[in-house]
């Protein structure tokens, strides 16, 4: 069974970092691209970026580029996104989600991030 | 970047009752490879998303086949034959032809 599970909700301050983890099982990672998606409280999902974690290929929604940085580790079958210079509209729910037999067939159970002082 | 929008925002069904939800893409979603990449996604309050159907029509593994997809090129529809109490929650259609991949806004379903 193929699962995706991510690490734990984050409190973290204006203009600080923060990274957040998703371990695949039942699936290798080289054989997928590994999404990331946001949803801010109440609103809908937004797209932040992809990662090939077989070469480490990415490509990011303009808005992200400077916001977002996806990584991969293969050996340990885990992706990662760290959050950058953070505001508080980086509040949000982020989901990872790979490709399978159809594209964002497997999601995480998303991580909430805060940033607050 | 694609736009689709999604009608209606909101959707009131008895249980029971056929409903069909569009969504409209500002350009064509047909890839050069042929396939046209276009997903439906179902979220139920506090969930993450669940894929529905895939490339316009293709359902997903497990997902019962009262749901239903079609289209072409700039409109899709999702049609579910038959409301059911756990199809309850928010739809997305989404396109992942054209990078940035995008979501529509939303349908909210509900119970009349």
């Known amino acids: 069974e193929v699962q995706l599970q991510q690490s734990g909700a984050e409190l973290g301050k204006p203009g600080t970092s923060v990274k957040l983890s998703c371990k695949v099982s039942?699936?290798?990672?080289?054989?997928?691209?590994m999404h990331w998606v946001n949803q801010r409280p109440g609103k809908g999902l937004e797209w932040i970026g992809r990662?090939?974690?077989?070469?480490?290929?990415?490509i990011y929604a303009e808005k992200f580029k400077s916001k977002a940085t996806l990584t991969a580790d293969t050996s340990s079958n885990t992706a990662y996104m760290q959050l950058s210079q953070l505001k508080s509209d980086d509040t949000a729910i982020y989901f990872c989600a790979i490709d399978t037999m159809g594209l964002f067939d497997y999601w995480g159970q998303g991580v909430m991030v805060t940033v607050s002082s | 970047d694609v736009v689709l929008t999604q009608t209606p925002p909101t959707l009131s069904a008895t249980i029971g009752q056929s409903v069909s939800i569009s969504c409209r893409s500002s350009?064509?979603?047909?890839?050069?490879?042929?396939?046209?990449?276009l997903n439906w996604l179902l979220q139920r309050p506090g969930q993450s998303p669940q894929l529905l159907i895939y490339?316009?029509?293709n359902l997903e593994s497990g997902v019962p086949n009262r749901f239903s997809g079609s289209g072409s090129e700039t409109d899709f529809t999702l049609k579910i034959s038959g409301v059911e109490a756990e199809d309850l929650g928010v739809y997305y259609c989404?396109?992942?032809?054209?990078?940035?991949?995008?979501f529509g806004a939303g349908t909210k379903l509900e119970l009349k």
């Open positions: 490339s316009v029509s």
């Open positions: 990662i090939d974690p077989a070469n480490g290929n990415t």
């Open positions: 989404m396109q992942a032809t054209h990078a940035p991949y995008t």
């Open positions: 350009q064509s979603l047909l890839d050069s490879d042929g396939d046209t990449y």
């Open positions: 039942g699936y290798n990672i080289r054989s997928t691209y």
